[in-house]
Nanobody, 123 residues
Framework: QLQASGGGLVQAGGSLRLSCAAS????????MGWFRQAPGKEREFVAT????????RYVDSVKGRFTISRDNAKNTMYLQMNSLKPEDTAVYYC??????????????????WGQGTQVTVSS
């Protein structure tokens, strides 16, 4: 089970930190990712992190502003979002990739999804 939290309303230029708490499987054995979906748009890859935490990847639009991390001892993944822009407004989902392989950016590679948390950035 994945439980995302930390969303909210913030002004442009502000920051938020999302958390994704995992339970039920060995968290430290699988890759994790963050995706987002804005109204009327398809779900979009945001960031992913390898099970060990030593490899990450970001969509170009968030590079330098967002940081993905994980604490395997706490079974939790994070997304630190700085310098937020109105175009970052979306429902953010965390997801788990149970396969043993490289980190992935396509939603179809992920096996389990959390319920989503709303992020709204006002201009």
């Amino acid at each position: 089970q994945l439980q995302a939290s930390g969303g909210g309303l913030v002004q442009a230029g502000g920051s938020l930190r999302l958390s994704c708490a995992a339970s039920g499987r060995t968290f430290s054995s699988y890759n994790m990712g963050w995706f987002r979906q804005a109204p009327g748009k398809e779900r979009e890859f945001v960031a992913t992190i390898r099970w060990s935490g030593d490899s990450t990847r970001y969509v170009d639009s968030v590079k330098g502003r967002f940081t993905i991390s994980r604490d395997n001892a706490k079974n939790t993944m994070y997304l630190q979002m700085n310098s937020l822009k109105p175009e970052d407004t979306a429902v953010y989902y965390c997801a788990a990739d149970y396969s043993v392989g490289p980190i992935a950016t396509m939603p179809g590679n992920y096996d389990y999804w959390g319920q989503g948390t709303q992020v709204t950035v006002s201009s």
